[in-house]
């Protein structure tokens, strides 16, 4: 799973936000599942899920290997073995499920083997991790024990600046490009057979009716869930499930007014693009279950003249109060539970990036120091009146 944001200011000429297990079953053809506001445990005694830590990756003082810096990506293999690039130093570093330093490897630089601008990086789910170099415009093949393979231009294959998403399977990559001009993303889906190529891509427009700057670039958290495209919304709570083609095949949603759009101010010279409130692609937890994050102001605002405001260097439009959610679905994606907490964080950690094949998830701890912690996720479904 790639590195996910849970919310932030998204400045400049051209920006973009960054977003595991089986998808809703399509033999039927379309399906929607529709949310009410609260889950069917909300009234539960306790909240009927926990996370509960297993292991650490990073220390304060150590040995040099052990120390975490600017902890950018991260990536996780079937064994359990974590891949963290530190794209501020050029490194990629590895890690066993236990906690111990495999390898690192790299540099800054563009040579073979070496790291600038990474945009992303993806598990090819057997043999290789797959690193977006030179600001997505490369694709670079590592082996699990990190020794370069060789390298593949993007731009050969229509692109200058990708995103890696996910695998549909072993040898066909989804990646994203980010369109100017719109509220959403370009997906692009590569074959990895013989001489790569790009077999399809599809644009998500989720501008609606807004006539949206050419320099405005903002797209909702996408995933590969269950051989899908998933797409979450950037101003609504819903998440679209996709084939090869862009076709919607399913949709969920939940019953939230506070998932605002990105706003955008133009003074004349340049524009600002601010989004405030986001919505991260499901992952799956627990084994039979999933899980969203979401965060958003806590009353409402005006997204246009929040970016106003912090392009005038002001804040007196900026929202000051925050929460986010940690929403708990079942299989057939009906909303078990909704834990809302004040600001932007949870007790147990800062923030989610990832999760792995047996339904563990990651997170960046809240330490002083960089750490990521892998949590499990134990659900207590609630008892029945009849049951107590």
Known sequence: MMLMRKYGYIFLVGSLIAGCASGPVHETGWSQVDNPHDGLWQDADEVPFRFVLEQTWGVEEGPEEFLLSRIWEIQVDDDGNIYILNNGAGELSSFNAQGGHRWTVGRIGQGPGEFRRVSSMIYDGSEHI??????????????????????HSTERLGHSSL???????AETIVAKD????????????????GDWSTVTS??????????????VSVGPDVDVLGGLIV????????????????????????????LIRPGFHYDGTTTI????????????????????VGSWPAYPFDPDKVAESIHNQSSSEVPSAFESTIDLFNGQFELLYALTTPDNTHQDFEKVIGSDSAGKIYAIMKTDFPQIGRFRVEVTPPLKTSDR
């Open 178 to 193: 980010s369109p100017s001009g719109i509220f959403g993303i370009e997906i692009v889906i590569i074959s990895t057979k």
């Open 202 to 215: 599809y644009i998500i427009d989720q501008s609606g009716d807004l006539e949206i700057p050419m320099a």
């Open 130 to 151: 797959l690193i977006f170099n030179q600001s997505g415009s490369r694709i670079d093949r590592f082996t699990l024990e990190g020794e370069y393979v060789d390298s």
């Open 231 to 258: 797409n979450s919304h950037v101003s609504e709570y819903i998440f679209e499930f996709r084939d090869t083609t862009g076709v919607v095949l399913s949709r969920v949603t939940r019953n939230v007014e506070k």
């Open 273 to 292: 693009t601010v989004s405030l409130a986001t919505l991260e692609t499901l992952l799956s937890v627990g084994g039979e279950y999933f899980m969203a």
């Open 163 to 169: 995103r890696g998403v996910g695998m549909l399977n």
